[in-house]
Protein backbone atom coordinates (compact mmCIF):
# COMPACT_ATOMS: atom_id res chain seq x y z
CA UNK A 1 0.00 0.00 0.00
CA UNK A 2 1.18 3.52 -0.95
CA UNK A 3 0.35 5.67 2.01
CA UNK A 4 -0.36 9.74 1.57
CA UNK A 5 0.38 11.25 5.16
CA UNK A 6 -0.47 15.15 5.21
CA UNK A 7 -0.57 17.81 8.01
CA UNK A 8 -0.13 21.52 8.47
CA UNK A 9 2.39 23.17 10.86
CA UNK A 10 2.21 22.64 14.80
CA UNK A 11 -0.01 20.51 17.17
CA UNK A 12 -1.29 18.37 13.36
CA UNK A 13 2.44 17.62 12.41
CA UNK A 14 3.23 16.27 16.00
CA UNK A 15 0.13 14.47 15.66
CA UNK A 16 0.45 13.23 12.62
CA UNK A 17 4.20 11.86 13.41
CA UNK A 18 2.58 9.92 16.32
CA UNK A 19 0.99 7.84 14.13
CA UNK A 20 4.01 6.56 12.24
CA UNK A 21 4.26 2.39 13.92
CA UNK A 22 0.09 2.79 11.86
CA UNK A 23 2.21 3.31 8.45
CA UNK A 24 4.82 0.32 8.98
CA UNK A 25 5.58 -2.01 6.04
CA UNK A 26 3.88 0.90 3.72
CA UNK A 27 5.62 3.01 1.26
CA UNK A 28 5.01 6.80 2.71
CA UNK A 29 4.94 10.04 1.87
CA UNK A 30 4.56 12.69 4.36
CA UNK A 31 2.95 16.18 3.26
CA UNK A 32 3.40 19.47 5.25
CA UNK A 33 3.25 23.20 4.75
CA UNK A 34 7.15 23.75 5.90
CA UNK A 35 9.78 22.40 3.48
CA UNK A 36 12.56 22.48 6.20
CA UNK A 37 10.23 19.67 8.33
CA UNK A 38 11.38 16.98 5.66
CA UNK A 39 14.56 17.03 8.45
CA UNK A 40 11.52 15.97 11.31
CA UNK A 41 10.85 12.54 9.00
CA UNK A 42 14.69 11.62 7.69
CA UNK A 43 14.41 8.18 5.69
CA UNK A 44 10.66 8.89 3.90
CA UNK A 45 9.80 10.37 1.01
CA UNK A 46 8.51 14.65 1.99
CA UNK A 47 6.88 17.07 -0.15
CA UNK A 48 5.59 20.94 0.99
CA UNK A 49 2.60 22.30 -0.22
CA UNK A 50 1.63 25.99 0.39
CA UNK A 51 -0.14 27.00 3.65
CA UNK A 52 -3.82 28.37 3.26
CA UNK A 53 -6.99 28.65 6.03
CA UNK A 54 -10.14 29.30 5.26
CA UNK A 55 -9.57 32.94 5.70
CA UNK A 56 -7.98 33.32 2.48
CA UNK A 57 -9.68 32.39 -0.86
CA UNK A 58 -7.06 32.97 -3.47
CA UNK A 59 -4.40 31.01 -1.21
CA UNK A 60 -7.03 27.84 -0.46
CA UNK A 61 -7.16 27.67 -4.63
CA UNK A 62 -3.84 27.68 -4.98
CA UNK A 63 -2.91 25.47 -2.21
CA UNK A 64 -5.79 22.89 -3.52
CA UNK A 65 -4.30 22.51 -6.83
CA UNK A 66 -0.64 21.73 -5.47
CA UNK A 67 -2.70 18.97 -3.39
CA UNK A 68 -4.12 17.75 -6.10
CA UNK A 69 -1.06 17.65 -8.64
CA UNK A 70 0.74 16.08 -5.36
CA UNK A 71 -1.91 13.57 -5.02
CA UNK A 72 -1.93 12.18 -8.67
CA UNK A 73 1.56 12.21 -9.47
CA UNK A 74 2.58 10.20 -5.94
CA UNK A 75 -0.55 7.79 -6.53
CA UNK A 76 -1.49 6.86 -3.16
CA UNK A 77 -4.10 4.16 -2.01
CA UNK A 78 -4.64 5.97 1.14
CA UNK A 79 -4.99 9.13 2.36
CA UNK A 80 -4.78 9.79 6.19
CA UNK A 81 -4.53 13.56 7.84
CA UNK A 82 -4.63 15.08 11.18
CA UNK A 83 -5.72 18.43 9.87
CA UNK A 84 -6.17 21.16 9.23
CA UNK A 85 -6.72 23.09 5.38
CA UNK A 86 -4.61 20.96 3.81
CA UNK A 87 -5.67 18.00 5.12
CA UNK A 88 -9.22 18.37 4.52
CA UNK A 89 -8.12 19.34 0.57
CA UNK A 90 -6.65 16.33 0.39
CA UNK A 91 -9.49 14.24 1.82
CA UNK A 92 -12.15 16.18 -0.81
CA UNK A 93 -8.94 15.01 -3.86
CA UNK A 94 -9.59 11.56 -2.62
CA UNK A 95 -13.00 11.37 -2.60
CA UNK A 96 -13.30 12.84 -6.09
CA UNK A 97 -10.68 10.23 -7.39
CA UNK A 98 -11.79 7.15 -5.20
CA UNK A 99 -8.91 7.28 -3.22
CA UNK A 100 -9.08 5.52 0.54
CA UNK A 101 -9.36 8.46 3.08
CA UNK A 102 -9.26 8.95 6.96
CA UNK A 103 -9.09 12.27 9.03
CA UNK A 104 -8.44 12.24 12.79
CA UNK A 105 -9.71 15.06 14.20
CA UNK A 106 -6.94 17.24 16.49
CA UNK A 107 -7.62 16.09 20.10
CA UNK A 108 -7.05 19.66 20.75
CA UNK A 109 -10.63 19.41 19.66
CA UNK A 110 -12.18 18.67 22.72
CA UNK A 111 -15.20 20.11 22.67
CA UNK A 112 -16.69 19.64 19.43
CA UNK A 113 -15.21 18.83 16.23
CA UNK A 114 -12.87 21.26 14.38
CA UNK A 115 -15.28 22.77 10.99
CA UNK A 116 -12.48 20.92 8.88
CA UNK A 117 -13.18 18.26 10.55
CA UNK A 118 -17.14 18.20 10.40
CA UNK A 119 -16.24 18.88 6.54
CA UNK A 120 -14.12 16.16 6.19
CA UNK A 121 -17.58 13.93 7.18
CA UNK A 122 -18.84 14.25 3.70
CA UNK A 123 -15.64 13.39 1.94
CA UNK A 124 -13.98 11.25 3.99
CA UNK A 125 -14.12 7.48 4.25
CA UNK A 126 -13.01 7.41 8.03
CA UNK A 127 -13.32 10.19 10.78
CA UNK A 128 -12.16 9.86 14.00
CA UNK A 129 -12.04 12.27 17.27
CA UNK A 130 -9.72 11.50 20.13
CA UNK A 131 -12.70 12.34 22.34
CA UNK A 132 -15.21 9.20 23.42
CA UNK A 133 -17.88 11.68 24.44
CA UNK A 134 -17.54 13.47 20.84
CA UNK A 135 -18.05 10.05 18.89
CA UNK A 136 -21.18 9.30 17.25
CA UNK A 137 -22.27 7.52 13.96
CA UNK A 138 -20.64 9.28 11.38
CA UNK A 139 -17.29 9.34 13.94
CA UNK A 140 -15.77 7.10 15.37
CA UNK A 141 -13.49 6.69 18.64
CA UNK A 142 -10.65 4.25 18.94
CA UNK A 143 -8.32 6.28 21.50
CA UNK A 144 -5.92 9.00 20.97
CA UNK A 145 -2.62 9.98 20.34
CA UNK A 146 -0.88 10.38 23.47
CA UNK A 147 -1.51 7.30 25.13
CA UNK B 1 16.12 28.37 32.40
CA UNK B 2 12.39 29.01 31.79
CA UNK B 3 11.11 28.40 28.05
CA UNK B 4 8.23 30.22 27.52
CA UNK B 5 6.83 29.57 23.78
CA UNK B 6 3.49 30.55 22.82
CA UNK B 7 3.07 29.95 18.72
CA UNK B 8 4.21 32.03 15.72
CA UNK B 9 1.04 33.75 14.55
CA UNK B 10 -0.85 35.75 16.60
CA UNK B 11 0.65 37.95 19.57
CA UNK B 12 -0.12 36.59 23.08
CA UNK B 13 -0.02 39.86 25.24
CA UNK B 14 -1.82 39.03 27.94
CA UNK B 15 0.31 35.85 28.88
CA UNK B 16 3.85 38.75 27.85
CA UNK B 17 2.91 41.31 30.69
CA UNK B 18 2.16 38.56 33.05
CA UNK B 19 5.19 37.23 32.95
CA UNK B 20 6.67 40.54 32.36
CA UNK B 21 5.12 42.18 35.60
CA UNK B 22 5.93 38.85 38.13
CA UNK B 23 9.65 38.91 36.67
CA UNK B 24 11.43 39.91 39.65
CA UNK B 25 9.88 37.33 41.44
CA UNK B 26 12.25 34.72 39.45
CA UNK B 27 15.30 35.45 41.37
CA UNK B 28 17.54 35.91 38.03
CA UNK B 29 16.49 32.53 36.44
CA UNK B 30 17.32 32.69 32.68
CA UNK B 31 14.48 33.10 30.39
CA UNK B 32 13.79 32.15 26.91
CA UNK B 33 10.78 33.51 25.40
CA UNK B 34 9.29 33.27 21.88
CA UNK B 35 6.21 35.17 20.78
CA UNK B 36 4.52 36.79 17.75
CA UNK B 37 5.57 40.54 17.86
CA UNK B 38 2.75 43.04 18.97
CA UNK B 39 2.69 46.56 20.50
CA UNK B 40 3.25 45.84 24.00
CA UNK B 41 6.77 46.87 25.27
CA UNK B 42 8.37 44.13 27.41
CA UNK B 43 10.36 45.80 30.07
CA UNK B 44 12.44 43.03 31.63
CA UNK B 45 13.18 40.47 28.88
CA UNK B 46 13.79 40.00 25.27
CA UNK B 47 11.93 38.11 22.96
CA UNK B 48 11.99 36.51 20.16
CA UNK B 49 9.25 35.76 16.65
CA UNK B 50 10.42 32.32 15.38
CA UNK B 51 13.07 30.01 16.84
CA UNK B 52 14.62 27.33 14.39
CA UNK B 53 13.26 23.79 15.22
CA UNK B 54 16.81 22.63 15.78
CA UNK B 55 17.30 25.44 18.46
CA UNK B 56 13.48 25.14 19.62
CA UNK B 57 14.45 21.61 20.58
CA UNK B 58 17.58 22.40 22.40
CA UNK B 59 15.37 25.12 24.52
CA UNK B 60 12.58 22.39 25.21
CA UNK B 61 15.10 19.92 26.38
CA UNK B 62 16.73 22.34 28.63
CA UNK B 63 13.72 24.06 30.48
CA UNK B 64 12.86 23.30 33.94
CA UNK B 65 9.95 24.54 33.25
CA UNK B 66 7.88 26.00 29.68
CA UNK B 67 5.16 28.08 29.97
CA UNK B 68 2.98 28.55 27.26
CA UNK B 69 0.06 28.87 25.63
CA UNK B 70 -2.52 25.85 25.07
CA UNK B 71 -0.99 24.76 21.69
CA UNK B 72 -1.42 20.60 21.33
CA UNK B 73 2.27 20.79 19.57
CA UNK B 74 3.62 22.30 22.94
CA UNK B 75 2.15 19.96 25.56
CA UNK B 76 2.65 17.05 23.74
CA UNK B 77 6.42 17.86 23.50
CA UNK B 78 6.27 18.13 27.09
CA UNK B 79 4.55 15.11 28.08
CA UNK B 80 7.30 13.54 25.88
CA UNK B 81 10.15 15.02 26.95
CA UNK B 82 8.35 14.63 30.92
CA UNK B 83 8.97 18.67 31.28
CA UNK B 84 6.32 20.85 34.38
CA UNK B 85 4.31 23.02 32.12
CA UNK B 86 1.81 25.93 32.87
CA UNK B 87 -0.51 26.85 29.93
CA UNK B 88 -2.79 29.94 29.41
CA UNK B 89 -5.53 29.04 26.71
CA UNK B 90 -6.04 31.99 24.13
CA UNK B 91 -9.21 33.12 24.35
CA UNK B 92 -10.75 34.55 21.32
CA UNK B 93 -12.66 37.48 22.51
CA UNK B 94 -9.58 38.94 22.93
CA UNK B 95 -8.27 38.16 19.79
CA UNK B 96 -6.11 36.04 20.61
CA UNK B 97 -7.14 32.72 18.41
CA UNK B 98 -10.30 32.15 16.13
CA UNK B 99 -12.50 29.98 18.59
CA UNK B 100 -11.90 29.13 22.06
CA UNK B 101 -10.45 25.52 21.42
CA UNK B 102 -7.33 25.82 23.80
CA UNK B 103 -9.60 26.94 26.73
CA UNK B 104 -11.63 23.68 26.02
CA UNK B 105 -8.48 21.56 25.49
CA UNK B 106 -6.97 23.07 29.07
CA UNK B 107 -10.06 22.54 30.78
CA UNK B 108 -9.99 18.62 29.80
CA UNK B 109 -6.50 18.17 30.24
CA UNK B 110 -6.55 19.92 34.08
CA UNK B 111 -9.61 17.76 35.08
CA UNK B 112 -7.50 14.43 34.07
CA UNK B 113 -4.62 16.00 36.23
CA UNK B 114 -1.97 16.53 33.06
CA UNK B 115 -1.29 20.13 33.26
CA UNK B 116 -1.00 23.20 35.13
CA UNK B 117 -3.19 25.47 34.00
CA UNK B 118 -4.11 29.35 34.79
CA UNK B 119 -7.40 30.37 33.46
CA UNK B 120 -6.63 34.40 33.64
CA UNK B 121 -3.47 36.58 34.01
CA UNK B 122 -4.07 37.00 37.77
CA UNK B 123 -4.23 33.21 38.12
CA UNK B 124 -0.91 33.19 35.95
CA UNK B 125 0.72 35.52 37.84
CA UNK B 126 0.27 34.32 41.51
CA UNK B 127 1.15 30.38 39.98
CA UNK B 128 5.02 32.18 38.75
CA UNK B 129 5.04 33.94 42.35
CA UNK B 130 5.69 30.79 44.37
CA UNK B 131 7.31 28.90 41.38
CA UNK B 132 10.43 29.63 43.76
CA UNK B 133 8.98 28.10 46.98
CA UNK B 134 6.80 25.24 45.04
CA UNK B 135 8.49 24.35 41.54
CA UNK B 136 6.26 23.04 39.56
CA UNK B 137 6.09 19.36 38.59
CA UNK B 138 5.84 17.06 35.21
CA UNK B 139 2.13 15.64 35.61
CA UNK B 140 1.94 13.61 32.73
CA UNK B 141 4.59 11.58 30.61
CA UNK B 142 4.09 9.57 27.29
CA UNK B 143 6.30 7.65 24.91
CA UNK B 144 6.64 8.48 21.08
CA UNK B 145 3.60 7.04 19.66
CA UNK B 146 -0.53 7.00 20.06
CA UNK B 147 -2.25 4.55 21.41
CA UNK B 148 -2.62 1.18 20.24
CA UNK B 149 -6.20 1.10 20.23
CA UNK B 150 -6.00 3.54 17.40
CA UNK B 151 -2.79 2.53 15.91
CA UNK B 152 -4.35 -1.13 15.35
CA UNK B 153 -7.94 0.45 14.27
CA UNK B 154 -5.85 2.58 11.32
CA UNK B 155 -3.87 -0.43 10.72
CA UNK B 156 -6.82 -2.32 9.65
CA UNK B 157 -8.68 0.57 7.81
CA UNK B 158 -5.49 1.02 5.45
CA UNK B 159 -5.32 -2.91 4.80
CA UNK B 160 -8.87 -2.60 3.95
CA UNK B 161 -9.33 -3.80 0.60
Do not use: C
Request: glycine share 6%.
Amino acid sequence: MKILAIASTGGHWIQLLRLKPAFQDNDVVFVSTKPNFASTVNGYAFHAVPDASRWNKLQLIHSFFKVWKLISTTKPDVIITTGAAPGLMAVIVGKIRNIKTVWIDSIANAEKLSMSGRLATYFSDKVYTQWLHLANDKVVFSGNIIQ
Amino acid sequence: MIFVTTGTQIPFDRLIRAIDEVYPYFGGIELIVQVAESGYKVENFTTREFIPPKEFDDYFNRAELIISHAGMGTIISAFVKNKPILVMPRLAKYGEHRNDHQLATATRFDELGYINVAYTEEELKEKLKSLQRTPLKPLFNIDDYASKELITSLQSFINLK
